[in-house]
Structure formats: C-alpha cells, structure tokens
C-alpha cells in the first residue's frame, strides 16, 4: 500500500495532491482547485509570483511598441537586478524567469539555491518588499527538477502549439555573455540552434558547466523529500495544538 502510493504521489493518478502544483509550484485553478497545494516547509527554490514585466506587458493603448533591443536590454537589467539581490543570501544555482503569458505563470521567477537556509533567507527578506512599485509575492516552492517543469514541445522546438498560454514554463533565456559575466560559468543550453533549419533543438548539458557539486534529483529522491516535507509540517501542527490546548487550560 505505501509503494503504491509512492507511485502515485504527485501524478495524475493522485486524488489528493495536485500535480501542477508538484511539477511547476503553480496551479491555473489556484485555491479553487480540487487537489491540495501543499507549500513545504523547506525547499532550496523561491517562488517569486508574476514578478518579471515585459516593457511590452507595460504598454498602454497608443503608446509605441518597445524595439526587440529594448525588451531584452530591460529583461537583462531585471536579471542582473534580482541575481545580485538574491546572491546576498548564498550560492544560486539557477534563475529561472517564465516567458508566458498565462496568469498563474507569467512573469514567475525561480530561485534555485544551492542551500535551504539561503533560500528561507531570501523569502524572509525580499517577501512584501517592492520591486519597481510592485509588491514582492514568494514563497517556497517544491519544484527542483525543471525538465519536468518545462514545455517539453518548447524545449525540443522553440515553439509551443499551445502558443505563450501554455501550463508548462517556457523560460526567457538571458545572453550568453552577460550569464557568463553574471554567473562565472557557460550558461547550460536549453536549446542549441540547427544548422541550417533556422529552428531549435533541445541541446545536451555539459556536465562540466554544472555547479560543482550540483546534481538534478530524481522523482524518487524528490518525492521523498515531499513526503518528508509533509512530516514535518504534520509534526509542527500537532506541536501547535499540543501548545494551544496548553495555553487554553
């Protein structure tokens, strides 16, 4: 009964916890979904909700477009921005912004950090802290294997049939260069361009490109760390009750 409930843990076949919300940390049907939405109570990512904007999401009717320069210049100043803020709280070892248009995911930026306290450390300070007028809305968020969490069409293609409102992230890519500049190290290519076709194709990882010590989880691993995520928030809740009950007597 345990095995099998391990299989199903975080996939469509589980009826009570959400699999978007497992693979992504995003659900399009928010709190009106059927299925749980259980934030952990550790993670190594931070969640920051719909906190990038497009020059081009900016506009207002009649004002003029922005240039495909201007767009990548302002979403490059966004990167350095946040990666230089949240470096101050320890080792990232990827930044991952959402280039699609769907509510839920639009403007959704994933901080991977090579630590979980680094991670709580920079939910406690920029969480309710303003970014260009905007408020700062994160939270800890239980995706760490973004090869699930990614378009696998866009991934293999550059393009996606279910266009900028698809579920699954089609991340905004920054310059070779300015990663480099940024992070120490060749950026890992998600796509590599097809000589001659113009088009994109799914580009293997370099292993050496990879942060030293760096290992992508396996679903095993990371449900595991799901289900032990979930101890502990049980365990914290019943010390909760247990104080409250103490308090009330």
């Known amino acids: ?37 259980n934030a952990p109570p550790n993670s190594t990512t931070v969640l920051f909700k719909n906190m990038y904007q497009s020059p081009l999401q900016q506009c207002r009717p009649g004002d003029p477009l922005p240039s495909a320069e ?42 991977c950090f090579r630590e979980e306290e680094a991670a709580s450390g920079a939910l406690a300070a920029l969480n309710g ?12 968020s239980p995706v760490t294997n973004f090869s699930e969490a990614c378009c696998r069409e866009f991934m293999e293609t550059g393009r996606c049939s279910r266009g900028t409102m698809c579920n699954f ?15 120490g190290r060749e950026r890992p290519s998600l796509y590599s361009r097809r000589g001659g076709g113009g088009g994109y194709q799914r580009g293997r990882r370099n292993r050496s490109r990879s942060p030293a010590g760096y290992r992508e989880e396996t679903d095993e691993e990371r449900r595991a760390k799901i289900a032990r995520w979930n101890r502990e928030r049980r365990e914290q809740k019943r010390k909760e009750a247990e104080e409250a009950a103490v308090g009330g007597a």
């Open 129 to 140: 802290r303003y970014y260009l007028g905007r408020p700062i809305v994160a939270e800890l």
């Open 70 to 111: 201007e767009v990548e210049d302002a979403f490059e100043d966004f990167y350095e921005d946040v990666l230089v803020e949240l470096g101050k709280q320890g080792k990232i070892d990827y930044l991952h912004v959402c280039d699609n248009l769907a509510a839920h995911l639009c403007g959704n930026v994933y901080a």
């Open 169 to 183: 992230l089609h991340l905004k890519m920054v310059g070779k260069r300015l990663y480099r500049e940024l992070h």
């Open 1 to 37: 009964m345990a095995s099998l409930k391990a299989e199903v843990f975080g996939t469509e076949k589980d009826r009570v916890n959400c699999p978007f919300y497992f693979k992504i940390g995003a659900c399009r049907h928010g709190e009106r979904c059927s299925r749980a939405h």
